[in-house]
């Protein structure tokens, strides 16, 4: 997708770029900015209003700390300290003893008490309401005391001490640190992309640094039952299984998202008797015929699939963009069916709600609670939308936040200011912190809530053009936002008094203990043969020429310069011609990335193609070479074919690398 009208959420037709930027226009001009602050970060920022900022004495964090009373001098943690825990916390104890390895260097026993000057001490005190579930109270005097009515303050408290120590020993004082939103959310939308667990890991690192608690991800299960929806991308359960098992040892939950019943051409693509019919008889393999029993059955599978790993508390069905470039009036039988079930006066709009309101229902007969996006309620209906379903809201409609927060409804903000969308828009994050934003302000205007609806905020990642960008660029490039982001949802006074500043703390802070390197590269640039299962992999002379596999090959057509990337991956080129594998030619997503399994790799002429990036990943017996981009490994199927395939797929994947001319 090229074009501003084109630029949208990553479907064939999804959130258009024309109305983020509206958007966010409105949210700045309701924080008392001029829409000049589209401009970009270096443009002026005279008419932010002042925000408030923590008190000079207070330890730079961030999130900055709710308030700070010091003390007198620090505390060293000195070689014999130790972490004493109560029952509640131990799990918290051993994972900050983890942490404490990679900052000092050295194990960190965790007993069970008493507790000695200069520990570092959990206890949970139940009594404790006034912290909630998540807030905690530090205390840094002989020792430092962490106190919180649950396990989750405890964790926090443990992330403050971490943050400390990035400065050296720890203050001497005391807080009282409550988070003002409960929900402090990222979302991925991994739907034509595949995020490695690398990253995810990564990612739920920093969260939990930041003090961010919910990762909501869109992303496709691999399916038994409907084996013909596993085109690529798609997770394995045992992947997501261990992607929710490290999120829930961080204290995130995880929200899973299948859309429907827009953008679910991913699902729906094989199946065009669950389509929706235009009036000419054309199925729309974006939309599911939400009058057709099979595609309701259908989508209940899906939505079982995703709870069978997913078991937290909530599923997300998007629900948005139905009639994205088109309209109601282009399905007449949407209204038909509306009519025959409510009666002459309702609308082809209710036939959507209907659909919405059946699945919450399903979904509340598994345990857990709805959410959509909110642009579908245009209030074109008469059947009303559930109550108990969360609206996540993040563009202006005909029903306000505020109304939808009158009616009862709980009301995340999702606004697009936060939007990340890979290869193409960023958010504003310097506006956005000298504003002072927080989740209060919306999309459409700055709320009252004096019901605590508004259940938090959230910064969501999308892949539009994620062929011109690959993953280790998106996580750099997330850095300061996702922390302006943290500061604003936790609700505490701003660490420092500029952006400016800000960047600096957040670059000295750094990443999360255990975040480890942002990439890796095994193999040094040098020449070697690369072989696999079945014979040397070769290149041909001609670009556009597949790659290949030869038992036999001379070396002057199985010689490759590894050549390491700036951005952590390597450009694998043909020593004798001087072309670059890739991945380009064959059957391309909607973001215009060959998705397709078994696509053949070939030899191109070098250019800036994210798609001739490749990443090493160590397996036994040699390397597993994978597209930065197609997120697919090469495969040697056959002894004449180099292919792309999953990783859980491909069979010959397995690459040996013998270097023939040195390190470069």
Same mark, same amino acid.
């Not at 709009?349 to 609670?369: E, L, M, P």
């Not at 009616?407 to 999702?414: E, F, H, L, P």
């Not at 199927?637 to 690459?655: E, K, L």
């Given at each position: ?68 009373? &010091? ?8 070689? +014999? ?20 390895? $990679? ?15 200069? !520990?570092?001490?959990?206890?949970? $005190? ?97 399916? +038994? ?18 992607? #929710?098992?490290?999120?829930?040892? @961080? ?9 429907? &019943? ?10 065009? $008797? ?29 939505? !079982?699939?995703?709870?069978? #790993? ?20 282009? @399905? ?40 959509? %996006? ?43 200011? %936060? ?75 701003? &660490? ?22 942002? %990439? ?35 070396? $002057? ?33 909607n973001m215009r990335v060959v998705e397709q399994a078994g696509a053949a790799a070939t030899a191109e002429t070098c250019g800036t193609s994210e798609s001739q990036k490749w990443q090493l990943e160590p397996v036994p017996g040699g390397y597993?070479? #994978? ?7 090469? +495969? ?17 994947? #397995? ?10």
């Open positions: 997708m090229t074009s501003h009208e084109d630029l949208r959420r990553p479907r064939p037709a999804g959130r258009s770029l024309g109305r983020v930027t509206t958007a966010i226009a409105t949210l700045l001009t309701c924080a008392g900015m001029t829409a000049t602050a589209l401009a970009g970060p270096a443009a002026a920022d005279d008419t932010a209003p002042a925000a408030p900022t923590a008190a000079a004495t207070a330890p730079a964090l961030i999130p900055a700390l709710q308030n700070w009373a &010091p003390g007198s001098g620090s505390l060293h943690l000195g070689p +014999d300290f130790r972490i004493d825990t109560d029952a509640t916390g131990e799990a918290t104890a051993r994972l900050l003893a983890d942490n404490l390895y $990679d900052v000092l260097g050295r194990h960190v026993p965790v007993v069970g008490g008493p507790a000695k000057p200069g !520990d570092i001490v959990l206890r949970t $005190d139940p009594s404790r309401t006034e912290l909630g579930t998540e807030g905690y109270q530090l205390t840094v005097g002989t020792e430092a005391q962490i106190t919180g009515a649950d396990a989750a303050g405890l964790f926090y408290g443990t992330r403050t001490v971490l943050q400390m120590l990035s400065s050296g020993d720890l203050p001497a004082g005391t807080t009282t640190d409550v988070p003002a939103s409960r929900e402090r959310a990222v979302g991925v939308c991994a739907c034509y992309t595949y995020n490695t667990d690398a990253w995810f890991t990564r990612l739920i690192k920093d969260m939990a640094y930041l003090k961010l608690n919910t990762l909501h991800v869109e992303l496709k299960v691999k399916n +038994d039952e409907y084996p013909a929806v596993n085109t690529f991308s798609y997770y394995t359960k045992p992947e997501i299984r261990r992607l #929710v098992a490290l999120a829930t040892k @961080y204290h995130i939950t995880v929200i899973p998202e299948i859309n429907s &019943p827009g953008h679910v051409d991913p699902y729906v693509a094989p199946y065009p $008797d669950l389509q929706l019919k235009n009036s000419a008889g054309t199925p729309d393999p974006t939309r599911l015929d939400i009058t057709n029993p099979a595609a309701f059955s259908f989508f209940t599978q899906l939505i !079982d699939n995703d709870l069978s #790993v997913f078991p937290g508390p909530y599923f997300h069905m998007g629900a948005d963009e139905y009639m994205i470039n088109s309209a109601y009036s282009n @399905y007449p039988q949407l209204l038909a069916y509306a009519r025959a079930k409510f009666g002459a006066n309702a609308t082809p709009q209710d036939a959507y709600i209907d659909f919405i309101n059946r699945i919450d229902a399903y979904v509340r007969s598994k345990g857990k609670t709805l959410r959509i %996006w909110n642009d579908g309620l245009t209030g074109a209906n008469t059947v009303a939308l559930n109550k108990d379903i969360v609206i996540e809201h993040w563009l202006p409609e005909k029903q306000t936040t505020q109304q939808l927060l009158d009616a009862g409804y709980q009301v995340m903000n999702a606004t697009d200011a %936060w939007y990340y969308v890979r290869g193409s828009y960023q958010p504003d994050a310097q506006r956005l912190y000298n504003s002072g934003w927080t989740p209060l302000t919306f999309a459409d205007g700055t709320v009252t809530d004096p019901a605590s609806r508004v259940t938090g905020a959230e910064y969501m990642v999308w892949p539009d053009n994620y062929g011109k960008e690959n993953e280790n660029t998106t996580q750099q490039r997330m850095f300061v936002s996702l922390r302006a982001f943290a500061q604003g949802a936790w609700g505490s006074p701003r &660490p420092t008094a500029d952006y400016t500043g800000f960047t600096a703390l957040a670059n000295t802070l750094g990443h999360a203990p255990g975040y480890g390197p942002q %990439w890796v590269q095994p193999l040094p640039a040098g020449t070697f043969q690369v072989r696999g299962t079945g014979g040397a992999l070769t290149a041909p002379a001609t670009a556009g020429s597949p790659l290949a596999i030869d038992p036999n090959a001379p070396a $002057d057509t199985s010689t490759w310069q590894l050549q390491p990337t700036t951005d952590g991956y390597y450009h694998l080129v043909a020593a004798g011609s001087g072309l670059c594998a890739d991945v380009s030619r064959g059957q391309m997503n597993r070479l #994978v597209d930065a981009i197609t997120q697919q490994a090469l +495969d040697a199927t056959d002894p004449a074919a180099v292919v792309q395939q999953p990783r859980d797929v491909a069979v010959h994947d #397995v690459w040996r690398f013998a270097a023939t001319g040195g390190a470069a």
